[in-house]
């Protein structure tokens, strides 16, 4: 009944943009900034890059897309869009040094009422006459699997049935662990999350690290959301059905312990427990179901406690998680 | 050779002091401009003229007298969840878990509505669902602060967490108490008997209202006259200073979220007891992250919230008018609330901060 080799790649599917989710907050949080707004930033580049398709398809002749620009144009919508809400998070409190937990509470707001609102009312705004948002063309694009990937068995379908978004993931996840640990860059923006005024004494421009991986980390999270609407979702937006994957993505974060490379494998570990609701036996009690799905959140509160039970100095969040660092200030 | 130095355009100064006047200038030359914005985009997006769109979200807050005590009634549940979350927040405790604690207080309210009807009499339920729901509200507080005091526990995240938990669990007693099986939903509870439905005090708007004024007076009192507001102060400002001092900070912690937590568990209460007489997963509808905002907004100043909540209500009530009218998505409302948002957490920085540009510009090339 239970096959694994039919729950690996839907384990997968879910866990691809709570990978790029949490990769973006990790190397955001490395600079000590505590990005809360990652849920909302997700929405936009979701919907900036269903925006970006949507007029393309309706520019285009039905049935004559070009391949490369369905996806360049919905990928350059996202990665702006939530560049965009970077650079707000950055100048809100990099620059005017606001609070950073209300800051990002606030861009999940706006973000989620951004991505809700155009996603409801983008073809009333553009006076297009269609009935729903449905880029079953473009998301044809981006959900096309490796040519090999069907007469291989189920190597083919385990390793190789996914869009290009999904590799593209794992591979930006292993480029930020790389960068993190062995270059002199990730060297200066650990020292930066560590202790700003430290590395800003070491000669470290701490404004333009903490700019630039949260901006970085705003984009990388967007294409999570990219990849939701456009490859899980089949091109469907449908209002709030991302839901709470952004706020378990920043779950994710403390579950590999601010390493991306962890990432890889915990985020199909967290996408496997996003649905083992769907296998678990329940019987006649679906109100079970409803237990099951609270597992992710207590494995990463359970793993939260440890991590800080055990106090060990490699485990711990960036220690200025979550300050804003001034200068003149001591 | 001579050495080029580069000097910066301007140079940014801390604020020793500055009068409230000239504070709440700033903030209400922020919160205008932020209205223009609004205006314009919803310009935009209706191509209507400005002067009606707001004449539409005055109509939508308080057009009628129904419409306006509704208001008052959100303003009040608002205002009670930012009383909650303030202890925590001046002690530095970051509780986002409002939204938890809140749904676990409406849980115990619906748990003793449901389970204790006709078994009991009504007046016992409701002294039971008092105690229960803001009980079930603070024990939901007190465990991250368990983990925070005892282990250091980054409390965002546990808070974070603990909301999801509890969304579930309310998720969970949905589908055991659903009415008709399989409908998903509990519906009005004990719509014909109305046991265990809060008394209506006036009109069934006034007890929120009225229980919002009392926590608000309350919350001042307690912050500003008592030792335990004046030992949060002193925690929030340096743990350190607290410790040499002679303060138990873990104790402080603890007190602290179990207060924060149980008046979560009465806005929960009245939520499900008072207003909806039913719980559902998004009965506190993320107002325990807009009640950080609320907070902090006012910085941490009881009074001042009364007006933070005011506004942020006032325009959510007023963009959803404006969504209905010109059949936009109702999301519209997030929108022009996360702008005003954007623009009063950036102009603090004036308020802190003042920016001294250089006086010499342009003679540099002389």
Redesign the interface.
């Known amino acids: 009944m239970f096959s694994l080799v039919a729950f690996i790649p839907r384990a997968v599917q879910q866990g691809v943009p709570l990978l790029l989710g949490s990769t973006g907050e990790t190397i955001t949080e490395k600079s000590g900034n505590?990005n809360?707004g990652i849920p909302g930033v997700m929405y936009v580049g979701a919907i900036s890059g269903v925006i970006g398709s949507f007029f393309y398809e309706q520019a285009a002749a039905p049935g004559e897309l070009n391949g490369f620009l369905a996806i360049f144009i919905p990928l350059i919508c996202a990665l702006i869009g939530s560049l965009l809400m970077g650079l707000?998070y950055c100048?809100?409190t990099v620059s005017?040094?606001?609070?950073q937990?209300?800051?990002g509470?606030?861009?999940?707001?706006?973000?989620?009422?951004?991505?809700?609102?155009?996603?409801?009312?983008l073809i009333?705004?553009a006076g297009a006459d269609v009935p729903s948002i449905s880029l079953s063309a473009t998301s044809q694009y981006f959900s096309r699997t490796l040519p090999f990937a069907a007469n291989t068995g189920w190597v083919g379908k385990v390793f190789f049935s996914y869009g290009f978004l999904a590799y593209v993931a794992i591979i930006i996840a292993l480029i930020c662990a790389y960068v993190l640990k062995k270059t002199r860059v990730g060297l200066h923006l650990r020292a930066v999350g560590e202790d700003p005024a430290a590395a800003d004494a070491a000669g470290i421009n701490v404004k333009k690290y903490k700019y630039v991986s949260t901006c970085l980390g705003c984009m990388i999270a967007g294409l999570g959301g990219l990849y939701y609407v456009m490859d899980y979702a089949c091109g469907v937006w449908s209002?709030d059905a991302f839901g709470?994957r952004g706020?378990l993505a920043?779950?994710l974060v403390?579950f590999t312990i601010w390493k991306p490379d962890v990432g890889v494998l915990s985020s199909i570990l967290f996408g496997g427990l996003y649905i083992l609701y769907l296998y678990l036996p329940s019987g006649t009690h679906?109100?079970?179901k409803?237990?099951y799905?609270?597992i992710p959140?207590?494995v990463?509160?359970v793993v939260?406690?440890f991590t800080?039970?055990r106090?060990k100095k490699e485990d711990q969040?960036p220690k200025s998680?979550?300050t804003n660092y001034f200068r003149?200030?001591r | 050779m001579e050495q080029k130095i580069k000097e910066p355009r301007f140079h940014?100064v801390?604020r020793s002091d500055i009068c409230s006047r000239e504070a709440w200038t700033i903030r209400i030359i922020a919160i205008l401009a932020a209205l223009a914005l609004c205006a314009l985009i919803t310009m935009v997006?209706t191509g209507d003229n400005p002067i009606s769109i707001f004449a539409t979200i005055f109509k939508g807050a308080f057009g009628t007298q129904r419409k306006t005590w509704i208001t008052l009634q959100y303003v009040a549940i608002l205002l009670i969840i930012s009383l909650a979350l303030t202890p925590a927040f001046k002690m530095q405790f970051?509780n986002?878990g409002g939204e938890g604690q809140v749904l676990m207080g409406g849980l115990a309210a619906a748990a003793c509505m449901i389970t204790l009807a006709d078994k009991l009499p009504g007046a016992v339920i409701i002294i039971l669902m008092i105690a229960s729901s803001i009980l079930a509200g603070a024990v939901w507080g007190v465990i991250p602060a368990l983990?925070k005091a005892l282990?250091?526990?980054?409390e965002?995240?546990?808070t974070?967490?603990?909301n999801?938990?509890a969304t579930?669990?309310v998720?969970?007693?949905?589908?055991?108490w659903e009415v008709p099986k399989g409908s998903g939903k509990i519906g009005i509870i004990n719509q014909n008997s109305n046991i265990g439905w809060l008394p209506n005090i006036g009109n069934k708007y006034l007890l929120s209202i009225i229980t919002a004024v009392v926590v608000t007076i309350g919350m001042f009192i307690y912050l500003k006259f008592t030792k335990h507001g004046y030992e949060i102060e002193v925690v929030g400002e340096s743990q350190n200073t607290a410790r040499y001092v002679g303060i138990s900070v873990e104790k402080v912690i603890i007190r602290t979220m179990l207060l924060s937590g149980a008046i979560c568990g009465l806005a929960g209460l009245l939520l499900v007891g008072g207003i909806n007489h039913t719980i559902t997963t998004t009965i506190s509808d993320?107002q325990g992250?807009?009640g950080?905002?609320v907070s902090?907004?006012a910085k941490f100043n009881p009074v001042a919230m009364i007006f933070t909540s005011l506004l942020i209500i006032f325009m959510d009530r007023g963009a959803s008018e404006i969504s209905t009218a010109f059949?936009?998505?109702?999301?519209?409302?997030?929108?022009l609330?996360?702008?005003i948002?954007?623009f009063i957490?950036?102009c603090?920085?004036f308020i802190?901060?003042k920016i001294i540009v250089r006086k010499d510009l342009g003679k540099e090339n002389a």
């Open positions: 505590l809360l707000l100048f809100l005017l040094r606001a609070n937990n209300v800051t509470l606030a861009m999940t707001t706006f973000g989620i009422g951004f991505g809700n609102f155009f996603g409801g009312s009333k705004l209002n709470d706020w920043i779950a403390i679906t109100e079970y409803e237990l799905k609270m959140y207590i990463t509160l939260l406690v800080s039970m106090n969040p998680l979550g003149e200030e | 940014i801390k997006c970051w986002v983990f282990w250091n526990t980054n965002t995240l546990s974070l967490m603990m999801y938990i579930q669990l998720a969970y007693f949905t589908i055991v993320g992250f807009t950080v905002m902090w907004l059949e936009l998505n109702q999301s519209f409302a997030d929108i609330t996360g702008i948002l954007f957490i950036g603090e920085f802190r901060y």
